[in-house]
């Protein structure tokens, strides 16, 4: 199977700053990977996806990494800003894996101002 | 990316009692999906929902406390039976239109509490 986690549970930045959010999976066979967004009391939120044929992609203001060597990825974003206080989650994706995503344990990014 | 309606957007239930929560899109989606989320905690498969035959189901759920009804393509049903204060849980219906575009969508959430 899949396990999908995150390495820290709770990070704070400064209002401006770069955020930076790891997850680790475990199956390699894992090709597509995609990050989440939580705000509370709403349903998971699509940020940026990513295939296993890529080792970047780049969004409005967020950067996923993806290095497969290590079976990492990293959610960057960019002068960060409070409206970006979330739950974030990275979900992990095989194809022919019955089309199932399973999720990390999720990262709080606290904003502080 | 597709719309989801899904309702109700929480409850407070009886132990014992049964709740259906619903799952409305507003386009046909090939492949529909019931979420868990616990307090504090990550989303956990429940079942995929599949149009015209029964449901699939991930270890540790099964039909009897969960039934799970998908009679077209755009909507579905999930009951949660029985309940007892361990089922108290965020409910997320989610969505993909298949093929090479695997993004996943989610509805708002059923914030279920049991008393």
């Known amino acids: 199977g899949e396990s999908v986690g995150l390495h820290l549970p709770t990070l704070s930045v400064q209002e401006g700053d770069n955020s930076i959010i790891n997850c680790a999976y475990s199956?390699?066979?894992?090709?597509?990977f995609i990050w989440y967004k939580q705000e509370s009391g709403k349903g998971p939120q699509f940020i940026i996806d990513i295939r296993s044929n890529m080792d970047k992609r780049q969004g409005q203001r967020v950067t996923v990494l993806l290095n497969k060597t290590v079976k990492h990825l990293s959610l960057q974003i960019a002068a960060t800003q409070p409206g970006d206080s979330a739950v974030y989650f990275c979900a992990a994706f095989i194809t022919g894996g019955g089309n199932k995503l399973t999720f990390g344990t999720g990262t709080q990014l606290k904003v502080e101002l | 990316s597709a719309v989801i309606s899904q309702k109700p957007s929480r409850d407070i239930c009886q132990r014992g009692t049964s709740l259906t929560i619903q799952c409305q899109v507003d386009?046909?989606?090939?492949?529909m999906f019931w979420y868990r989320q616990q307090p504090g905690q990550s989303l956990t498969l429940i079942a995929t929902a599949n149009q015209g035959s029964e449901a699939t189901y991930e270890s540790g759920f099964v039909i009897d406390k969960f039934p799970i009804s998908r009679p077209n393509l755009t909507f579905s049903t999930l009951t949660v039976s029985n309940m007892s204060p361990e089922d108290s849980s965020i409910y997320l219906c989610?969505?993909?239109?298949?093929?090479?575009?695997?993004?996943?969508?989610f509805g708002s959430g059923t914030r279920l509490t049991v008393v």
């Open positions: 386009s046909q989606v090939t492949m």
């Open positions: 989610s969505v993909a239109r298949g093929g090479l575009d695997y993004g996943y969508t």
């Open positions: 199956n390699s066979a894992s090709d597509y």
